[in-house]
């Protein structure tokens, strides 16, 4: 039981973390989700938004921020 609870701890610190960044990011004016290529479709009552370039933008980000973390801990 104990590892499950150190599990919940650090997954809600990941997102504590996440939700600071985007925080901080939409502060400082980088417009995620409003870059140019993604995809804002609005009508009267709908709103669509299909981000796709802000996926593969944190894709890009995030597998590198992985695969540094990976070659660290394999040392």
């Known amino acids: 039981m104990e590892s499950f609870a150190r599990i919940l701890i650090i997954l809600g610190l990941v997102i504590f973390v996440i939700g600071g960044l985007l925080f901080v990011l939409s502060r400082a004016g980088i417009p995620l989700g409003r ?7 609005e009508t009267e009552n709908v709103t669509c938004v299909f981000p796709i370039v802000t996926s593969i933008i944190l894709s890009i980000v995030l597998t590198i921020v992985l695969n540094v973390i990976a070659r660290y801990l394999n040392r």
């Open 35 to 41: 870059l140019p290529g993604d995809i804002r479709i």
